[in-house]
């Protein structure tokens, strides 16, 4: 089991999605796992069929993290509502984050999250992303 997982719904914007990618894999916590998932994203697809994806898996894997990327078969639109309900239901850990593949993270942000969280009774805290 992971200590956190993060979903992320990818629509457009390349340049962005790179940036969360990176930020997801520079967090200074591991034992996360991620779902980046594009939403029938052309743009999204191209990375997975360069292998620019598989390096990302990589770097994740030999930290003791899981890196989730796939396409959808086609867009849902609904801001991402089909990849959210699919991440939910595949997800393998306590604490979940959502994040837009345009926001900014920080390197702390799942450690934050954590020490927010754990050992507490809450259901819910909330660290914004930028």
Avoid at 91 to 103: L, R
């Amino acid at each position: 089991m992971y200590d956190i997982s993060i979903i992320i719904p990818c629509w457009k914007r390349p340049q962005r999605t790179r940036r969360i990618i990176n930020q997801v894999l520079n967090q200074n916590i591991n034992n996360w796992e991620a779902f980046i998932i594009g939403d029938g994203c052309s743009d999204y697809q191209e990375m997975i069929d360069s292998g620019e994806a598989n390096i990302w898996v990589k770097q994740a894997e030999d930290n003791g993290n899981k890196l989730h990327m796939f396409n959808m078969d086609k867009n849902y639109g609904g801001c991402g509502y089909k990849i959210l309900d699919y991440a939910l239901e595949n997800i393998n850990s306590k604490y979940v984050v959502f994040a837009g593949n345009d926001d900014y993270i920080k390197e702390d942000h799942f450690k934050y999250y954590l020490s927010e969280i754990n050992n507490t009774e809450l259901d819910i805290v909330v660290y914004p992303t930028y």
